[in-house]
């Protein structure tokens, strides 16, 4: 079976712009997608925003909305943003609440078979238009949809942090030998894919190495 590797963070617009075509890849066709939980560029590059030019966030925030509208997606910036930092200066805060959570409760969902779907609805959740994502029951309904229980992620995410982390660090690092070091990429056959835009170069790729619908459905 075909099998393609997907980076992914969960701060990341374009990684929840993905979500739904990596579902329907593993639904549809004879092809295995596995996701690699791991942290963002603002964690893993201490630094990286600080200076770096106005436009872009502005520029981000304009393009993944557009991107939504035309995959018939609501796109809003999350509240609170995943990643606790002062958006004008750059500064990321030592103390990272939301994000720790996220990434190892996608690894332990992950370890339990459903990091894809773990993935695509707690993106939806965060970048859907959720305020305050991160209380009452919204998580909880978000992972249930996904097929798993919050709690039961959640133990694990608080009594088995050296081996999440453990695993995070090794996705962070076959990452960055993939060849790119942003997030989503796709991986297949050790050639990197970067981008939501870069799905039907994916696709295309593997047709040529002899992709096939699954039964019953239709390409």
């Known amino acids: 079976m ?25 639904r549809d066709f004879d092809v295995s997608v596995h996701i690699r939980p791991i942290y963002p560029i603002a ?11 106005p436009m872009a966030r502005r520029y981000l925030v304009h393009d993944v909305v557009r991107i939504g509208e035309m995959l018939g997606l609501s796109l809003v910036w999350p509240t609170p943003d995943p990643i606790a930092m002062n958006l004008d200066t750059g500064e990321v805060y030592a103390d990272q609440p939301y994000i720790s959570r996220l990434t190892r409760l996608a690894i332990a969902a992950v370890d339990a078979g ?56 090794k996705n962070e690092a076959d990452h ?22 870069r799905y039907d170069v994916l696709m295309w790729r593997l047709r040529q190495h002899g992709l096939k619908a699954r039964a019953g459905t239709e390409e």
């Not at 099998?3 to 329907?24: A, I, K, N, T």
């Not at 964690?43 to 030019?53: A, C, D, K, S, T």
């Not at 305050?132 to 959640?154: C, F, M, P, Y």
């Not at 960055?176 to 835009?197: C, I, K, R, S, Y």
């Open 114 to 169: 459903r990091g894809l779907e773990f993935a695509l609805y707690v993106s939806s959740l965060i970048f859907g238009g959720t305020k305050n994502w991160h209380e009452g029951d919204h998580l909880r309904t978000a992972v249930s949809q996904a097929g798993l229980d919050i709690d039961k992620l959640d133990d694990v995410a608080r009594n088995d942090v050296d081996r999440l982390e453990a695993a995070i660090r």
């Open 176 to 197: 960055q030998a993939a060849g790119h070091w942003g997030v989503p990429l796709m991986t297949f056959q050790n050639e990197p894919f970067f981008g939501q835009d």
């Open 43 to 53: 964690i893993r590059v201490p630094g990286y925003f600080r200076g770096r030019n």
């Open 2 to 26: 075909l099998s393609v590797d997907v980076f992914w963070s969960f701060r990341s617009p374009y990684c929840y712009l993905l979500g739904p075509r990596l579902l329907g890849l593993a």
